[in-house]
Protein backbone atom coordinates (compact mmCIF):
# COMPACT_ATOMS: atom_id res chain seq x y z
CA UNK A 1 0.00 0.00 0.00
CA UNK A 2 2.86 2.42 0.97
CA UNK A 3 3.88 2.46 -3.28
CA UNK A 4 -0.09 3.63 -4.03
CA UNK A 5 -0.61 7.36 -4.56
CA UNK A 6 -3.91 8.75 -4.78
CA UNK A 7 -4.19 11.33 -6.95
CA UNK A 8 -7.94 13.13 -5.80
CA UNK A 9 -9.43 15.87 -7.68
CA UNK A 10 -12.46 17.59 -6.12
CA UNK A 11 -15.72 15.66 -5.58
CA UNK A 12 -18.10 18.86 -5.49
CA UNK A 13 -20.74 17.06 -5.00
CA UNK A 14 -19.45 14.96 -1.80
CA UNK A 15 -18.49 17.83 0.39
CA UNK A 16 -18.57 16.57 4.22
CA UNK A 17 -18.86 19.51 5.89
CA UNK A 18 -20.78 22.85 6.19
CA UNK A 19 -19.73 25.02 3.45
CA UNK A 20 -19.97 28.73 3.69
CA UNK A 21 -20.92 28.63 -0.41
CA UNK A 22 -23.16 26.51 -2.15
CA UNK A 23 -22.33 24.70 -5.20
CA UNK A 24 -23.89 24.30 -8.36
CA UNK A 25 -25.76 20.26 -8.32
CA UNK A 26 -24.21 20.46 -12.57
CA UNK A 27 -20.80 20.99 -11.01
CA UNK A 28 -18.19 18.79 -11.96
CA UNK A 29 -17.82 15.64 -10.23
CA UNK A 30 -14.90 14.31 -8.60
CA UNK A 31 -12.79 11.41 -10.22
CA UNK A 32 -10.35 9.61 -8.03
CA UNK A 33 -7.19 8.59 -9.96
CA UNK A 34 -5.37 5.69 -7.74
CA UNK A 35 -1.63 5.40 -9.38
CA UNK A 36 1.57 3.52 -8.53
CA UNK A 37 4.40 5.58 -7.77
CA UNK A 38 5.92 4.83 -11.42
CA UNK A 39 2.56 6.19 -12.60
CA UNK A 40 2.62 8.87 -10.09
CA UNK A 41 5.95 10.06 -11.63
CA UNK A 42 4.21 10.19 -15.19
CA UNK A 43 1.80 11.84 -14.46
CA UNK A 44 3.56 14.68 -12.61
CA UNK A 45 6.11 14.94 -15.63
CA UNK A 46 2.32 15.71 -17.62
CA UNK A 47 0.76 18.29 -15.71
CA UNK A 48 4.31 19.90 -15.06
CA UNK A 49 3.26 22.62 -17.90
CA UNK A 50 -0.24 22.90 -16.66
CA UNK A 51 0.82 23.58 -12.92
CA UNK A 52 3.46 26.42 -14.13
CA UNK A 53 0.22 27.98 -16.40
CA UNK A 54 -1.89 27.92 -13.09
CA UNK A 55 0.42 29.36 -11.15
CA UNK A 56 1.38 32.22 -13.25
CA UNK A 57 -2.59 32.70 -13.51
CA UNK A 58 -3.38 32.73 -9.84
CA UNK A 59 -2.43 36.25 -9.11
CA UNK A 60 -5.08 37.37 -10.87
CA UNK A 61 -7.75 34.77 -9.35
CA UNK A 62 -6.31 35.93 -5.85
CA UNK A 63 -6.62 39.32 -6.63
CA UNK A 64 -10.25 38.83 -7.76
CA UNK A 65 -10.95 36.32 -4.54
CA UNK A 66 -9.42 39.26 -2.21
CA UNK A 67 -11.72 42.03 -4.05
CA UNK A 68 -14.71 39.44 -3.31
CA UNK A 69 -16.32 37.03 -5.60
CA UNK A 70 -19.47 37.60 -6.46
CA UNK A 71 -22.41 35.66 -4.56
CA UNK A 72 -22.32 31.64 -5.18
CA UNK A 73 -18.88 31.56 -6.79
CA UNK A 74 -16.26 29.64 -4.48
CA UNK A 75 -12.28 29.73 -4.90
CA UNK A 76 -10.55 26.31 -4.47
CA UNK A 77 -6.32 25.54 -4.61
CA UNK A 78 -5.32 21.95 -5.20
CA UNK A 79 -2.91 20.95 -2.76
CA UNK A 80 -0.92 17.86 -1.79
CA UNK A 81 -1.50 16.54 1.60
CA UNK A 82 1.35 13.93 2.83
CA UNK A 83 1.26 11.82 5.72
CA UNK A 84 3.75 10.13 8.21
CA UNK A 85 3.80 6.87 5.95
CA UNK A 86 4.60 9.48 2.82
CA UNK A 87 1.49 8.83 1.29
CA UNK A 88 0.13 11.44 -1.03
CA UNK A 89 -3.01 13.05 -2.18
CA UNK A 90 -4.12 15.91 -3.89
CA UNK A 91 -7.37 17.66 -2.58
CA UNK A 92 -8.97 20.89 -3.00
CA UNK A 93 -9.02 23.34 -0.54
CA UNK A 94 -11.82 25.73 -0.02
CA UNK A 95 -10.10 29.50 0.56
CA UNK A 96 -11.31 31.26 3.61
CA UNK A 97 -8.75 34.11 3.10
CA UNK A 98 -4.59 34.61 1.98
CA UNK A 99 -2.78 36.57 4.27
CA UNK A 100 0.76 37.77 2.69
CA UNK A 101 1.62 33.99 1.08
CA UNK A 102 -0.55 31.80 3.25
CA UNK A 103 -3.79 30.70 1.64
CA UNK A 104 -5.81 29.22 4.82
CA UNK A 105 -9.09 27.18 4.18
CA UNK A 106 -10.60 23.85 4.30
CA UNK A 107 -10.27 20.48 3.24
CA UNK A 108 -12.89 20.03 0.40
CA UNK A 109 -12.50 16.68 -0.60
CA UNK A 110 -12.49 12.48 0.94
CA UNK A 111 -9.87 11.50 1.91
CA UNK A 112 -9.40 8.24 0.74
CA UNK A 113 -5.48 7.36 1.52
CA UNK A 114 -3.76 9.56 3.42
CA UNK A 115 -4.08 9.61 7.22
CA UNK A 116 -4.57 12.72 9.79
CA UNK A 117 -7.26 14.43 7.52
CA UNK A 118 -10.15 14.77 6.85
CA UNK A 119 -12.87 16.95 4.85
CA UNK A 120 -13.48 20.24 6.75
CA UNK A 121 -10.01 20.16 8.21
CA UNK A 122 -8.55 23.71 8.61
CA UNK A 123 -5.38 23.55 6.27
CA UNK A 124 -2.94 26.24 5.48
CA UNK A 125 0.06 26.01 2.76
CA UNK A 126 1.87 28.68 1.10
CA UNK A 127 1.16 30.13 -2.16
CA UNK A 128 4.22 28.72 -3.82
CA UNK A 129 2.78 24.98 -3.03
CA UNK A 130 -0.46 25.28 -5.14
CA UNK A 131 -0.96 22.62 -8.13
CA UNK A 132 -3.93 24.35 -9.38
CA UNK A 133 -7.06 26.79 -8.53
CA UNK A 134 -10.29 26.77 -9.65
CA UNK A 135 -13.67 29.21 -9.23
CA UNK A 136 -17.01 27.67 -9.04
CA UNK A 137 -19.93 29.23 -10.89
CA UNK A 138 -23.37 29.18 -9.44
CA UNK A 139 -24.15 27.37 -12.63
CA UNK A 140 -22.00 24.64 -12.21
CA UNK A 141 -19.00 25.94 -14.68
CA UNK A 142 -15.77 26.34 -13.57
CA UNK A 143 -12.75 28.67 -14.31
CA UNK A 144 -9.52 27.90 -13.77
CA UNK A 145 -8.78 23.77 -12.90
CA UNK A 146 -6.51 23.37 -15.65
CA UNK A 147 -4.99 20.03 -14.31
CA UNK A 148 -8.40 18.70 -13.28
CA UNK A 149 -9.59 19.44 -16.89
CA UNK A 150 -6.66 17.33 -18.04
CA UNK A 151 -7.13 14.53 -15.68
CA UNK A 152 -10.41 14.21 -16.70
CA UNK A 153 -8.93 13.21 -20.24
CA UNK A 154 -5.96 11.52 -18.55
CA UNK A 155 -5.10 7.67 -19.07
CA UNK A 156 -3.02 6.21 -17.01
Known amino acids: ?12 S ?3 FAQPYQLSP ?11 LAQKQKLDAAIQPLVKQARAS ?3 AKRRF ?9 F ?15 VFIAVQRVEGNTISGKVASDILLVKGYKAGDAYS ?9 LISKPDGSEEGNLVGKFLDTYHL
Not at 67 to 74: D, H, I, S, V
Open 58 to 60: YPD
Open 76 to 90: FVTASLNDQSGLTER
Open 66 to 74: LAGLPQGEA
Open 125 to 133: LPEAEIIDW
Open 1 to 12: MKNLIALIFAVF
Open 26 to 36: SAPQDKPLPAT
Open 14 to 16: SLA
